[in-house]
Structures are given as structure tokens and as C-alpha cells.
């Protein structure tokens, strides 16, 4: 019983990763309808970039309020160079580029930083875990992180003008652009917000799993389990759903299908919730006039 | 078949060698990858990838021939090392070796690393006749010379490990309840099988759990807490070095404290004792043949100061705590011994030949009394471990020197 208790806690823990994973997915998603493959690389960029910051002297909120901006502008400079030129482009060509930047960012940064595995320092470190090991002040610290960033975004596309204007530009750029909106502008900026979210969740995963250029990659694949589970149009729902995927893949694990099928489990989950509910648990159901 | 008809392709064979002599064609023709100057030397090593921490191997090589090659060569001879990434990804491990050898055109194969990208080309390599030396992993099928004559390993096996690690619980625990946690491959499943070699019947009642992860898991939080769960009091974590970290660390945080021991692979400190935080591995044992370089023990060792002073000039930016350099210095100097014994004749035959006839080579950053020894029926060039306890510092051993069985 103890054991169970335990692995739903230790499942909410790794399910608060996929859970910050999963908010930057729904983040661009929500500004451009893109899926962006990239998004953990980009953020374990980020991260590396933190790291050296750290290491040249900066304390560690320095370095992370500089990170999260020059995220920004990254993720802004890619999307005026490299995406607005395929703004016209079919959807499978948006594809072939994220997958193109995925690449290209792996072996950059694999190339800049060196392979080898490092270890990323955390704001929350304290020498006591908390429930007997089984939640470490920097889980707890990272969840509240990622709870914070989901009501900031929450707010922004809610009850702020440019968040609206960002969705209508993602949901229909000509109408958008005929009141007035920049929609350039708009999607620049959510790449630009999505990006400064990976690298957020990127700094909040990094002391969990230690820091490589590869950190993301099995990450994302249960991230985008976690998104489409809640929803990827709908902030909260993509976090309950991370949550959720950290949780049944834990339990799945642990009791049911055995170790060696939890990566499938995950993928199970994508397949499941595409075939029954395409718009995710928490989803709007979108109808388009034709 | 009568006596005259077997005996005539060996005739025929002795006539060709008498005409084709020492010309330079027939030389070429069989000796791929060499040339009166020069060697060409294939390896396939993860720069990028889930093991890129072993990446440092593959660097020291580079170094390591590059200043033989300032100092002259090996038999006047240049090592042309070309060493590729495959990401440990085995199809990428098929194409480059292809590339290495059909492209490139490669004498041999030294030290590629990893259990699945080296399978992914051992019946190809086989096939060929290509040398596959020293492949840097532990697994105990590199010593199938039965069906496998072209390639052989080099450290001590997993099982082998597996089973000095079998012994010692068996010695110090009347009723040990052991878990053990895996890669689900055959690295992993090596150390099951060497735990059975030795526990035999008693296996299932002491083992009272074994769980396996994926090298793409992000985390294995849940394996371990599934172990903990179990009862066990004492663990094996056969794990590359990013999960070992997660395991020892996490271990440490759940408060729990079993009789804990770490794969071979994963013994680096730079690489996975730094990660994991030095005083959560404490009281970690594990199974060394090699010297460490935090191990003050080795502070004036004279092999040790021939590694430091090689990596000083070669690699001045190397992280001196991580292992893996000295792991890639001494195997280097193993494959420099063989190239020796092969004098001129640089064959693939003789190659392999020469591979695996080495007598009690000394290579000074192997642990005293442990020596690398082959023949025609023996491809585990290392058989022997000393178990080691870390301490908060550094690998401090204690114990014999335990000779495995090798199989």
C-alpha cells in the first residue's frame, strides 16, 4: 500500500516535467496551430545556455530571468527567418522544418557544450527531502513553477488583449489581419513565448535528470502524450494531463503491463485519446464555417 | 575424399605465396588499409546519444595515436584512426562501419562502442573478415570465438562482474534479499545471468525483485521505488552512467540503504558520482580493473603519472576525474602492443592472430596483478576485478584480485 502511495507520488513528480513539457507545447500550439518537434531541444538549448551563465557568476535568478529572454528572442528569430517564409507553405513542409530544427539544435548544442552528462543546479535545493524522499524540495519547487507559469498563461489568453489577438491571429490570420491585427507580429511573439516556456521547463527538468543534449528527447514523446490527453488547446487541461500521463505511466509500470512496455503505454495513450477524443479530455470541440 | 585431393589447395596455395613474394600488389591486396606508411584504423563511438559520456574514449584514442603518430608511428607506420559517431544508435553503427570499411577501405575495427551498435555488425564484420578488436563493452558474447573468430572483447564481462559481485553478497549475507535493476538489453540482462551463474537454484527465493528500464526512459524514479517496495536490502544496478546517477541519487533521497552495487560501466566520477552527488554514492561497491584517478593510492604510481602526463600534453581540458580516459589510454595501448607483435605483416589474418595471442601484458593503468592475457580459445582479454567501496573521495579496493570465469 505504502508502495502504491509511492509511486503515485514519485509519478506526479515526473509527471510535473511532462507537465511543463506539455505547457509550451499548447503555448505555440494556441499561437501558430503548429506542433513544434523542436520545442525540447530548443529548451534543453536554453538550458545549457543557463548553465554557462551560472557558471560565468550569475546567481541563479539572474541567469534565469536572462535565459527566459534571450529564449525569447531565439524562438522570435526563428520565426520571422525561418517559418514566415513558409507561411503559405502545406502544413507537412512546417513539419519537415521543425524536424530539421530538432537536428540542428541537438548537434549545436551537443557541439557547443559536449555530450557529457552535467549536473544543473536547482534555487530549491535543501538537505532534507520531504516525505521521506519521495518529493524533493526541488520537485516541489518545480511544480509550483509550472503551476505559476499555467495561470500566467491562463490569464494572458484569457483576460489580456494581446493574448486574444494572438489566438485570433493563430485561428484565422485573414479575418485577424482585416481588423487590424499584425499576425506576423503575433506568431513571432508566440514562438517567442513558447520558446521562453521550454526553457523554463527546461531549467525545472534539468537537476531531475541531469543535463545532456538528449535530456528532452524521451521526455517530449511523453509530453505530447500528456498534451493531446488534456487537450492541446486548453493550458490546464495539457498540465492535468501530464500529471495524469506521469501517473498512469507509473502505475502502468509498476502493476500492470511491466517496465518493459511504459514507453508504449505512452503511446497508447496518443493513439486512445486520437481515435476516441480527438480534442483531448478538457478540448473545445472546433467547428469551422466552410 | 581421398588424402591427395585435400591436400592439393594447400599446394596451391604454398605455390602462390612462393610467386607472389613481398611485391608491393600482392602486399595491397592483402592488406586492405595499409600502406608502406600508414594504417587505417575504423572506429564507431557515441559523441552524440544517450552514452556520449563515453564519447571521452573515443577522444583520448584520437590523442592517444595522433602523439604515437608525432612520435613516429608504430613499426614506422602512421595510425590513420578514423573515428565516427553512430549516436548508439545500431542502424547508424551498420552504415558507418559499412562506410569505414567498404569506403574508407579500414584495416580492422578498434574498440566501437556499445553492446547493441556492436551486434548490429558482428556477422557483418564476421562475414568479411573484418578484425573487430577490443569492442568497449562488457557483454560475455565477445568471447564466442567458436562462432565469431573475428571478434573479441576486451574488459572483464558483465557476467563476470556479475558473478564477483554474486560471490561477495553470498559471503557477507546469510540470507540476502537481493533487487536488481536492468537496461532491457543484453548489457543488462548479462549481470541476471551472471547473478544465476552463481546463485543457481536460490536464485528465485533471493532475488526478490528485478526490474528492467529502456535506455529512452526519462527517468527511473518508479523502478526504483518498485524495488524499494520489494523488501530488498541489498542492489545491483546494471545501468549506463545517466541512470546510474538517477538511481544512486535516488536512492539515497527515499531513505533507502541496501547493501548497493554499480555496474562496471558506470563507475566514472567525473560522469556519474559528481552527478549523483559525492556523498549520496557513499558506500557504493563495484568491481574495478582499472586504476582510478581520484584514488589517492595512485597519487605517485608511475603508470598513472605516464597517463597524467599524456593527458596534460594532449588533453590539457580533460576532466582528469573522469574515468573513461583512463579506460581509453590503456586500451589504446593494447591495440599499440598488438600493432608491434604484427611487425610487417599487417594481414587481417595476422591482425587477429596477434590479437589474440597476448601473454601477460602489463598496461600501466590496469590495477596491479591484473594483466591482459588472449590465446586462439580465450577472447576475454581481462578476467580479473577487485571489489571497491566508494567513500565520499575516491574507489578505496579492497579484497583479492577475483578472477572471474570468463566462460
Given at each position: 500500500m505504502i508502495g502504491l502511495l509511492h509511486q503515485i507520488l514519485s509519478g506526479l513528480v515526473t509527471g510535473g516535467i511532462y507537465a511543463s513539457v506539455a505547457l509550451a507545447l499548447v503555448m505555440i500550439y494556441q499561437s501558430t496551430h503548429h506542433v513544434n518537434f523542436a520545442q525540447g531541444e530548443m529548451a534543453t538549448f536554453s538550458t545549457y545556455i543557463a548553465l554557462a551563465l551560472i557558471e560565468a557568476g550569475l546567481p541563479y535568478w539572474g541567469a534565469f530571468l536572462a535565459t527566459v529572454m534571450i529564449s525569447f528572442v531565439m524562438g522570435a528569430v526563428i520565426q520571422i527567418v525561418l517559418m514566415r517564409p513558409m507561411?503559405?507553405?502545406?502544413v507537412l513542409s512546417s513539419v519537415g522544418v521543425f524536424i530539421g530544427l530538432l537536428l540542428v539544435f541537438n548537434s549545436i548544442t551537443g557541439w557547443i557544450f559536449s555530450y557529457t552528462i552535467k549536473s544543473f543546479p536547482s534555487p530549491?535545493?535543501?538537505?532534507r527531502p520531504l516525505l521521506g524522499g519521495f518529493l524533493s524540495p526541488h520537485e516541489l519547487g518545480a511544480t509550483v513553477v509550472t503551476l505559476a507559469v499555467l495561470v500566467a498563461v491562463y490569464l494572458f489568453f484569457r483576460h489580456t488583449k494581446l493574448g486574444l489577438a494572438m489566438r485570433a491571429a493563430a485561428f484565422n490570420p485573414v479575418s485577424s489581419r482585416l481588423v487590424g491585427i499584425r499576425v506576423g507580429h503575433m506568431l513571432a511573439l508566440g514562438w517567442g513565448l513558447a520558446a521562453a516556456l521550454g526553457a523554463v521547463a527546461g531549467m525545472m527538468i534539468a537537476p531531475v535528470?541531469?543535463?545532456?543534449?538528449?535530456?528532452m528527447a524521451g521526455i517530449l514523446l511523453y509530453a505530447f502524450a500528456g498534451a493531446l490527453l488534456g487537450g492541446i488547446d486548453n493550458p490546464a487541461g495539457a498540465v492535468i494531463g501530464g500529471f495524469a500521463v506521469g501517473v498512469i505511466e507509473n502505475l502502468g509500470g509498476a502493476y500492470?503491463?511491466?517496465?518493459?512496455?511504459k514507453l508504449s503505454l505512452a503511446l497508447f495513450t496518443i493513439v486512445a485519446v486520437l481515435v476516441f477524443r480527438p480534442n483531448g479530455l478538457f478540448g473545445r470541440v472546433l467547428v469551422t464555417r466552410v | 575424399m581421398n588424402a591427395r585431393s585435400r591436400r592439393r589447395p594447400v599446394v596451391l596455395m604454398a605455390a602462390a605465396l612462393l610467386f607472389a613474394g613481398p611485391s608491393g600488389v600482392a602486399v595491397a591486396e592483402d592488406m586492405p588499409g595499409v600502406t608502406a606508411t600508414s594504417i587505417k584504423i575504423g572506429q564507431t563511438e557515441a559523441y552524440s546519444g544517450n552514452a556520449s559520456a563515453y564519447g571521452a574514449i573515443g577522444r583520448t584514442l584520437t590523442a592517444l595515436f595522433k602523439s604515437v603518430n608525432e612520435a613516429g608511428g608504430v613499426n614506422g607506420r602512421k595510425i590513420d584512426f578514423i573515428s565516427v559517431d553512430d549516436g548508439y544508435i545500431p542502424p547508424r553503427t551498420v552504415e558507418q562501419t559499412r562506410r569505414l570499411v567498404e569506403e574508407e577501405g579500414v584495416s580492422f575495427m578498434f574498440n566501437a562502442l556499445g553492446t547493441p551498435t556492436n551486434t548490429a555488425v558482428q556477422k557483418y564484420l564476421n562475414m568479411k573478415k573484418v578484425p573487430q578488436l577490443f569492442v568497449a563493452t562488457g557483454a560475455d558474447k565477445w568471447g564466442d570465438y567458436q562462432r565469431y573468430p573475428w571478434t573479441i572483447g576486451y574488459q572483464p564481462s558483465y557476467r563476470t562482474e556479475a558473478q564477483v559481485y554474486a560471490k561477495y553478497i553470498l559471503k557477507t549475507a546469510k540470507a540476502p534479499k537481493i533487487a536488481i535493476l536492468f537496461q532491457n538489453d543484453d548489457f543488462g540482462k548479462d549481470y541476471v545471468l551472471g547473478i544465476k551463474d552463481v546463485l543457481g537454484s536460490q536464485y528465485d527465493t533471493l532475488v526478490v525483485k528485478a526490474v528492467s528500464y529502456e535506455s529512452t526512459d526519462p527517468t527511473i524514479d518508479s523502478q526504483i521505488v518498485t524495488l524499494q517496495s520489494s523488501g530488498a536490502d541489498t542492489l545491483v544496478i546494471a545501468a549506463i552512467p545517466k541512470m546510474a546517477a538517477q538511481a544512486i541519487r535516488k536512492v539515497y533521497d527515499i531513505g533507502w540503504h541496501p547493501l548497493e552495487f554499480v555496474s562496471?560501466?558506470?563507475?566514472s566520477v567525473g560522469a556519474v558520482i559528481k552527478p549523483a552527488g559525492v556523498e549520496k554514492a557513499v558506500g557504493l561497491i563495484t568491481g574495478l580493473y582499472g586504476k582510478d584517478a581520484?584514488?589517492?593510492?595512485?597519487?605517485?604510481d608511475p603508470g598513472m603519472n605516464e597517463w597524467r602526463a599524456f593527458m596534460k600534453a594532449n588533453m590539457p581540458d580533460a576532466d582528469l576525474t573522469d574515468a573513461n580516459y583512463v579506460y581509453g589510454y590503456g586500451v589504446g595501448l593494447t591495440l599499440l602492443q598488438v600493432l608491434k607483435q604484427c611487425g610487417n605483416d599487417l594481414s587481417r589474418a595476422n591482425i587477429m592472430k596477434q590479437a589474440t595471442n597476448l601473454k601477460d601484458l602489463e598496461i600501466p593503468t590496469l590495477l596491479p596483478g591484473i594483466k591482459v592475457n588472449t590465446s586462439p580459445t580465450n577472447y576475454h582479454p581481462i578476467r580479473q576485478l577487485q571489489l571497491a567501496r566508494w567513500n565520499g573521495k575516491t574507489w578505496e579496493r579492497f579484497g583479492e584480485v577475483i578472477s572471474g570465469a570468463g566462460s
Open positions: 507561411a503559405n507553405a502545406p530549491f535545493e535543501a538537505s535528470v541531469f543535463l545532456d543534449p538528449n535530456m500492470v503491463v511491466g517496465t518493459e512496455l | 562496471d560501466v558506470s563507475v581520484t584514488d589517492p593510492a595512485w597519487a605517485n
